[in-house]
């Protein structure tokens, strides 16, 4: 499957081109970075790598759904990348998530947004794609590089262990 087009040397993307792009998807790469490593500055970080990537790289996409997969599938590699580095085997910079200056709307949200952030990184993951960003279990399978049953079962024991600790049905 393709989702985009090598360009050539002198086809560089133009600077209001970039500003488009980085506006139209920055929340979604920070909020996909933040949910895997749990950390504003490792997120804005992140973040920073990708759009490089993305800008160096030279690559046009068919649609902005294109766009927003390649973007967050790089955004999970990166964060993979990143874990496996000896920095994050000896030093854990998580902050408490009370300390990452977050909003919400309701306290629901709060409670719910919490008890997502203190699940593991596999099912956070899934989580996140499937109802903060609306990715199919396909979408998602192809983002994570896992097979689409592992991602339903990685759903439902998400679902189950958020249902444990609220103890109560929020997600449908």
Known sequence: MKYFNRKKGSDRMKPDKMAEIYDRNKNTVFRMAFSYCKN????????????IKLFTCGVEFEDE????????KVTVNKCR??????RYRYLL????????CLTYETPEESEVYHAVMSLPTKYRIVIHLYYYEGYSVKEISSITGTNESAVQTQLYRARKK???????????
């Open 40 to 51: 504003k500055a490792d997120a804005e970080d992140l973040m920073q790598d990708v759009f």
């Open 65 to 72: 759904n294109k766009e927003r997969s390649w973007l967050l």
């Open 81 to 86: 990348d990143m874990f496996r580095s000896l």
């Open 93 to 100: 910079t998580s902050i408490p998530l009370d300390e990452a």
């Open 162 to 172: 958020l249902k444990d600790t609220l103890g109560k049905e929020l997600l449908s």
